[in-house]
């Protein structure tokens, strides 16, 4: 997609940001639930069973960052060089369930939500979508939950959705050097190479730091490397000619 801001490709980009969405609902207690999945959801910020959701993302976490880890000490050498890096899995598992587990802390803390303020008349006691629960009650309750959702939980996943992006251009930074670099049959054109480089990789590095709103960088890593694959292929074959131009002039000489 020639109008990727942020180096996520527009399809992969909406699949990280669905999965980081509903981390951060469950966390905060308010996913709709399988069984009743067209049910409303009450959002009880001081409900200790509902809070119990932050302990279990928590393990769930580090035991799939665990497992994850032991695979990706398998990659051979091989595999680093193509990628520039073994897996990367296990950093962005780890960065959506922390993003998950900030954003079920946020939803539940007053300072970060003010308007929580209003639930405190329930106490920790559940708030139900139920037949007691007055009309008045339904609407404060969706009030604060609409709050808590644009408060806590929009900004987290912005957050994410940033270091995906920062993250994937250092690793297209250290792929295209790998890449590039590996093009060269001396010493000569490794200079060249990273002198060639040099200008696309100040380019990727200040997108790192940039948000997806300010990130304009478009760099096609492979179709830089083809053309660095051509500019070498013509400055060996003007090499040889070189060569050959030289050695006819010694022996008319």
């Not at 308010?30 to 009880?44: G, I, L, Q, T, Y």
């Not at 897996?87 to 003010?114: C, E, H, M, N, W």
Request: proline share 4%; charged share 30%.
């Amino acid at each position: 997609n020639n109008n990727n801001n942020n180096n996520i490709p527009n399809k992969k980009k909406d699949t990280v940001e669905s999965v980081c969405r509903h981390l951060c609902m469950v966390a905060a207690g308010m996913a709709p639930r399988p069984n009743r999945p067209e049910r409303d959801v009450p959002f009880r910020p001081f409900s200790s069973r509902d809070a119990h959701i932050l302990l279990q993302l928590k393990r769930t976490s580090e035991v799939a960052a665990k497992a994850i880890k032991t695979t990706t000490t398998t990659a051979t050498s091989e595999t680093k060089t193509k990628t520039g890096s073994t897996s990367t899995s296990t950093s962005y598992i780890k960065l959506l369930f922390d993003t998950a587990l900030t954003a079920g802390k946020a939803v539940r803390d007053i300072q970060k939500v003010p308007s929580l303020a209003k639930l405190t008349q329930y106490g920790s006691s559940s708030i139900s979508m139920s037949s007691s629960m007055s009309s008045s009650d339904m609407v404060l309750m969706k009030q604060v939950r609409d709050d808590a959702i644009a408060t806590a939980i929009e900004p987290a996943i912005r957050s994410c959705l940033d270091k995906f992006r920062a993250r994937k251009q250092s690793q297209n930074i250290q792929r295209l050097r790998i890449r590039a670099e590996g093009l060269a049959e001396n010493e000569r054109e490794t200079k060249w190479i990273k002198r060639r480089i040099h200008g696309p990789t100040m380019e990727l590095r200040k997108s790192e730091s940039e948000s997806e709103s300010e990130s304009n960088i478009d760099i096609d890593i492979d179709q830089l490397l083809d053309s660095l694959r051509m500019e070498l292929s013509n400055m060996r074959e003007e090499g040889r000619q070189l060569i050959i131009s030289k050695q006819s002039n010694l022996t008319s000489s």
